[in-house]
């Protein structure tokens, strides 16, 4: 008998932004997909995933939005670590790109490697593979993704600037 897995991937935190991004507007699998640039199976198994997680209400459709913010303000550097690495070109990202930039001036720069960036600076993986793809399309979902990534890498002060940047658009306060 084949034991169903349900342990949270990157892919699902990328899709749990994006419902967040799109705010209460009304959204299909196949929409999902093209903007996340995933297949309809990867999306259907991540909401299952996140349902699971109690991510998602039992409908798939809905976002737990306090335990999403919970998850990524205490979990998600443990869960999914990330270190900088050499300077590459790419997309900027954390306390590189806004919102976090309004705040914290620096000399140091994050970017996701991606032939379509402009900017140069240290190398952070993203997420997923399809993250630069998909924050080229939606300016909600790239602040939400970066702020996350600030957590994932940035020190203290960016970190306590990015949960409370994160908190403010998760829970709509």
């Known amino acids: 008998m084949r034991q169903i897995k349900y342990i949270l991937k990157p892919q699902d935190v990328l899709i749990l932004l994006k419902i967040v991004a799109l705010n209460e507007k009304s959204w299909f699998h196949h929409t999902l997909a093209e903007d996340l640039y995933m297949s309809q199976s990867e999306i ?3 909401l299952t995933r996140s349902n699971y997680a109690g991510l998602l209400d039992v409908t ?10 919970e998850f990524l303000i205490h979990g998600i550097s443990y869960v999914f670590p990330q ?9 900027l990202t954390a306390h590189s790109a806004e919102p976090l930039s309004a705040f ?27 993250v630069v793809e998909a924050s080229l399309k ?12 600030a957590i994932r890498v940035g020190k203290t002060r960016e970190k306590e600037i990015a949960k409370k940047e994160l908190e ?3 829970l709509n306060v």
């Open 83 to 91: 270190r900088p690495g050499p300077i590459v070109r790419g997309m």
């Open 168 to 170: 403010k658009l998760i």
């Open 104 to 130: 914290i001036n620096s000399n140091e720069k994050y970017v996701w490697p991606s032939a379509k960036g402009k900017d140069k600076g240290q190398a952070i993986e993203p997420l997923y593979t399809t």
């Open 60 to 69: 798939k459709k809905k976002v737990n939005r306090i335990a999403l913010k």
């Open 44 to 46: 259907s198994q991540s």
């Open 138 to 149: 939606d300016k909600k979902l790239y602040n939400l993704l970066t702020l996350v990534d």
